[in-house]
Each structure stands twice: as structure tokens, then as C-alpha cells.
């Protein structure tokens, strides 16, 4: 069996848009991904700075119709004040709806999200295609020498 590489095998989605340096104390609610055709999603949350004493936690939600959403239970993870720059990765393997999204619940202080991907694997076809958003190209074996 041949293996397949990184961008072959996983969609990279970019569901959170970065807030550029804005801070905040809202709530932001990831973009659905329809998990149809594969069987994993680790969404990657970066967080830019975050002021102290902020109340900042990361989790999953579901949703059979991409309108109605229910938390995933026991998905929640807290940011504390000091994970500035810091990721956060929540996986969910063989979510039970069709669309899976990430939130991040921002309370009491400002915290900066720098950026939030998904990540969907374990795709049932053989060639993923990635969105026209992300740029990527594959090299097998490369030579060194001049970039």
C-alpha cells in the first residue's frame, strides 16, 4: 500500500478568519465542516494575546442540519491568560451529526484569536481536494540546493 502525503489524505479549512490583532470578549463560532466524506476533524485554534484575568475556553459542537448546534460533551478546553501564542487542538473521531464546528468562548477580558483551521482525516476518497484558499504544493525527495 502506497502512503499518501499530508495534503492528500486531510482537508485543511480555515474556519475561524484571523481577527488581526483585534481583541475581544465575544464568542466566535467556527465555521461547520461537513464531516460526509471522512471520519476525523482536529480543529487548531492559535490564540494571539490574551489579557490577564481573561475567562477563555475552546470546544466542539455538532449539528445534523449546519444550523442547530449541540456541545460535545467533555470537549471543553480552558485557555488561561498566560497562553498567549499558544494552540489549542480539539479532536473529534466519528462525530454522530454530519457537521462538526469549534467555538471559542470569550468572556470577561479581551482574547486575541490569531487563527483556526480544520483539519479533516481519514477521508473515504482517494484524492482530497484542498479549498482554493489554501496554497500548498508536495515534493518527494527533493534535492538540496536553491530554493
Not at 464568542?27 to 471522512?38: F, L, R, W
Amino acid at each position: 500500500m502506497s502512503r499518501k502525503s499530508f495534503l492528500e489524505g486531510n482537508k485543511i479549512t480555515q474556519v475561524i478568519t484571523p481577527t488581526a490583532g483585534a481583541a475581544g470578549t465575544t464568542d466566535i463560532n467556527g465555521t461547520g465542516v461537513d464531516m460526509k466524506d471522512y471520519d476525523e476533524v482536529s480543529f487548531l485554534v492559535t490564540f494571539g494575546t490574551i489579557t490577564g484575568s481573561a475567562v477563555t475556553s475552546v470546544h466542539a459542537e455538532q449539528s445534523a442540519d449546519d444550523s442547530t448546534y449541540n456541545d460535545l460533551e467533555g470537549t471543553n478546553q480552558t485557555v488561561a491568560d498566560t497562553d498567549d501564542g499558544d494552540t489549542f487542538v480539539v479532536d473529534i473521531i466519528k462525530p454522530t451529526d454530519r457537521y462538526v464546528r469549534v467555538v471559542v468562548d470569550r468572556a470577561t477580558q479581551n482574547a486575541v484569536v490569531a487563527n483556526g483551521l480544520a483539519v479533516q482525516s481519514r477521508a473515504k476518497a482517494l484524492v482530497v481536494s484542498q479549498a482554493s484558499t489554501v496554497n500548498s504544493e508536495t515534493f518527494v525527495s527533493p534535492d538540496e540546493g536553491t530554493i
